[in-house]
Antibody, heavy 120, light 104 residues
């Protein structure tokens, strides 16, 4: 069974940093492209970042470019999101999501999400 | 940019429901639809504009190409009351529509 489990969320002050993790199981993690998607309270979905299976290709939303860094450790079947210079509007539930097939692909499996609150 | 309409709708069990998603530029068929229930992660319903994801009931269908897409629920069931999102996969940054909340 495919499982994606996020962790690392919490309360952080504006300007602070946080590192999210996503532990994958039930599939060959190293062969899949992965993404982070977030959802602010009561709002819609916002794609955040993408990383190719080997980590060589990375994309970011303009709203996080220069502040967030996506990475992965295929040996540990884990995806990460390093978030620096956090702002109030980064407050959201953050989901990791697997791309079903290729780099321009929908997301067939999602984690349960981890809540990040940026507040003083 | 993706524009979904309506942003919300009220319907009854058994109704036929149609949600539209309009793109500001052509997407060919690089469009997906998701269902999200409160407090839960989104669930993939339709990919490549019209292909039903495995395990999704056949009352869900998708159509369209280019800039205009439609998600149809042929006979609304109690478990279908949720928020639905379209997503374009034609180019980065990937974007989602604003969502359509389907209420009783």
């Amino acid at each position: 069974e495919v499982q994606l489990v996020e962790s690392g969320g919490g309360l952080v002050q504006p300007g602070g940093s946080l590192r999210l993790s996503c532990a994958a199981s039930g599939f060959t993690f190293s062969t899949y492209y992965m993404n982070w998607v977030r959802q602010a309270p009561g709002k819609g979905l916002e794609w955040v970042s993408y990383i190719s299976s080997g980590g060589s290709t990375i994309y970011y939303a303009d709203s996080v470019k220069g502040r967030f860094t996506i990475s992965r450790d295929n040996a540990k079947s884990s995806l990460y999101l390093q978030m620096n210079s956090l702002r109030d509007d980064d407050t959201a539930v953050y989901y990791c999501a697997r791309a079903r097939s290729g780099s321009y692909s929908d997301f067939d499996y999602w984690g349960q999400g981890t809540l990040v609150i940026v507040s003083s | 940019q993706l524009t979904q309409s309506p942003s919300s709708l009220s319907a009854s069990v058994g109704d036929r429901v149609t949600i539209t998603c309009r793109a500001s530029q052509g997407l060919t068929s690089y469009l997906a639809w998701y269902q999200q229930k409160p407090g839960k992660a989104p669930k993939l319903l339709i990919y490549a504009a019209s292909t039903l994801q495995s395990g999704v009931p056949s009352r869900f269908s998708g159509s369209g190409s280019g800039t205009d897409f439609t998600l149809t629920i042929s006979s609304l069931q109690p478990e279908d009351f949720a928020t639905y999102y379209c997503q374009q996969l034609n180019n980065y940054p990937l974007t989602f529509g604003g969502g359509t909340k389907v209420e009783i």
